[in-house]
């Protein structure tokens, strides 16, 4: 059977059920500037999702029986069957009907036969790659237009990396010769789901915040310049975006102020952006009991950087309502200073310890009634039941030890990363994080010392934290306890997990309510911060008791 045959026999499997011409529902829709009179549009900065913009996907496709295509053409393969890994995730996330379009041929794609499936599909997903592919293979196409119709009648037309510059009606980064060039004279069209945009991705991760300022604003002032970091997403309903996610998204253009001393304007999960009017309409921390002002007061000291800076992120319910530094110098290329620089975690490195042993202990590599060289058991260790000073770094030895006799994991032991061959102990250690803990959740900067300490920011502890949420992301298809390495105790009745970076709540605190989705994380340089009073200072206040 030809591929087009099989495109075609796939999309007699989802005739039931009749949608809304594209045409009358045009005629319904609201009138729009920027975004989609009718449908979403999802625009992702690459890297690993989380399960809010599967799902934020998939229920605006029409739920998980909803038909989704999904596109990996920006790939730069010839051929894509329709396992392609692209639809793994959306498999995982609950998507039931997932089909691969996929051609290079032009011709194919101007056919009529060819883009028939896409009638039939609440979504379209652009996977990541180049983006010279995706102009190549279907821009003015009647594939294309299938693309449109997609979204005219309502449904989610989205894409990551590559296939999130490409919703855009100019296109960034587009050039064959190297994603390094910004504007590429024979590539400045995109498919234009989203009208007067250019859109970038991978900014934090790939340090690229300066190069919309520095390389398109000047030439096309007229545009609104957005981006987005790695895990994190723009989801747009007529003219108006809601920030999801896992970190920042970012503005050039806009009528708002800017940061100070810098050429784009930051958002958080849970922020809403007019496009169209290129100003705020809603911040997260609006809808809280915390204030700012609160808690620029709790951290008012550590203006002075002789006190070596600290950090601050407060989340609920998905929604960044605080993240902010204090007394951290600007740094280079427009680098967020909340994650950059890293601090030491002391304390709260053992969370770290306690996702690598239970890796290992589903790789049936280490047993958590193992013993470490004094004699205490990791889950002792672990739950608390010993806490000698020492116990840390000898933790870290036994998994970088056990971490050399790690068995394949199907591709997913073998991530590669920072250090994936390790020379000594220490890197040893370091480079089974980055493969099994920091890869998983999109950590970039987080890194391990020989002793076991992880040092990090309170970005990439935010993910991590994410990622306890869902907790397949470090292990799949078996028992994981995310409270493992955590301290317990009551908040006004409810659970309340903590770890610290110094004994007695010093320095640093990770605290989280699950009753109320709350995560407070405090980082600082002070061995004399008290660190727990501060992040108890927050829930008391968020929690309004």
């Known amino acids: 059977m030809s591929r087009t045959s099989a495109l075609l026999a796939l999309a007699g499997l989802f005739a039931a059920g009749p949608l809304a011409s594209a045409q009358s529902v045009r005629q319904s829709g609201a009138q729009t500037k920027v975004g989609p009179s009718n449908g979403t549009v999802i625009v992702v900065g690459g890297g690993a999702m989380g399960p809010e913009i599967y799902k934020t996907f998939i229920d605006a496709a029409g739920g998980p029986d909803a038909l989704i295509v999904d596109v990996p053409t920006a790939g730069g393969d010839s051929v894509y069957g329709q396992d392609a890994p692209g639809t793994r995730g959306w498999k995982a996330a609950g998507a039931k009907n997932v089909v691969v379009v996929h051609t290079i041929d032009r011709k194919v794609a101007d056919s009529d036969s060819f883009p028939k499936i896409l009638a039939k599909a609440g979504g379209v997903w652009f996977e990541g790659g180049r983006q010279w592919h995706l102009v190549d293979s279907y821009a003015g196409t009647k594939t294309e237009q299938a693309f ?7 449904g989610v037309v989205g894409g990551s990396s590559a296939g999130a510059s490409i919703l855009a009606s100019f296109l960034v980064r587009g050039a064959r010769q190297g994603n390094a060039v910004i504007v590429a004279p024979d590539y400045q069209k995109g498919f234009g789901f989203l009208r007067g945009v250019g859109i970038d991705q991978h900014v934090v991760a790939r340090e690229r915040l300066r190069d ?9 002032p007229e545009l609104l310049g957005i981006s987005e970091d790695e895990g994190t997403a723009w989801v747009v309903r007529g003219d108006v975006a809601t920030i999801i996610g896992r970190n920042k998204a970012f503005v050039y253009g806009g009528k708002d102020a800017t940061d100070p001393g810098k050429p784009f304007l930051t958002l958080h999960p849970g922020d809403k952006y007019d496009l169209a009017a290129r100003h705020v309409v809603h911040r997260a921390i609006s809808d809280s009991r915390l204030t700012e002002s609160f808690v620029d007061g709790l951290f008012s000291k550590y203006s002075n950087p002789a006190l070596g800076g600290a950090t601050v992120l407060v989340a609920q319910n998905g929604e960044v309502l605080v993240d902010k530094s204090y007394g951290i110098p600007e740094q280079p290329r427009y680098m967020p200073t909340t994650t950059v620089p890293q601090f030491a975690l002391g304390g709260i490195s053992r969370l770290y310890e306690a996702v690598a042993a239970q890796t290992l202990e589903h790789d049936g590599v280490l047993k958590s009634t193992d013993t470490l060289a004094d004699g205490a058991t990791v889950s002792q260790f672990l739950a608390g039941d010993r806490n000698a000073a020492d116990d840390d770094s000898l933790l870290a030895a036994l998994i970088a030890a056990r971490a050399e006799a790690e068995p394949s994991r199907g591709g997913r032991g073998g991530r590669g990363g920072r250090g994936a061959s390790a020379p000594n102990p220490a890197a040893a250690y370091n480079a089974y994080l980055a493969r099994h803990v920091y890869t998983p959740v999109g950590e970039h900067k987080t890194s391990a010392t020989a002793n076991g300490e992880v040092h990090s920011d309170v970005d990439e502890l935010y993910r991590f934290e994410l990622g306890l949420e869902s907790p397949t992301a470090f292990v799949r298809g078996t028992a994981f306890d995310p409270r493992l390495g955590w301290q317990a105790d009551t908040f006004d009745g409810m659970e309340r997990l903590s770890a610290f970076a110094a004994p007695n709540g010093r320095r640093g605190a990770f605290v989280r309510v699950p009753e109320k989705d709350l995560t407070v994380i405090v980082l600082t340089n002070d061995d004399t911060a008290n660190a727990k009073a501060i992040a ?9 008791r």
């Open 148 to 154: 449109h119709d997609v979204l005219a009648r309502g």
């Open 212 to 220: 919309l300022a520095d390389s398109l604003m000047p030439r096309h």
């Open 536 to 544: 108890d200072a927050i829930v008391t206040r968020t929690l309004g």
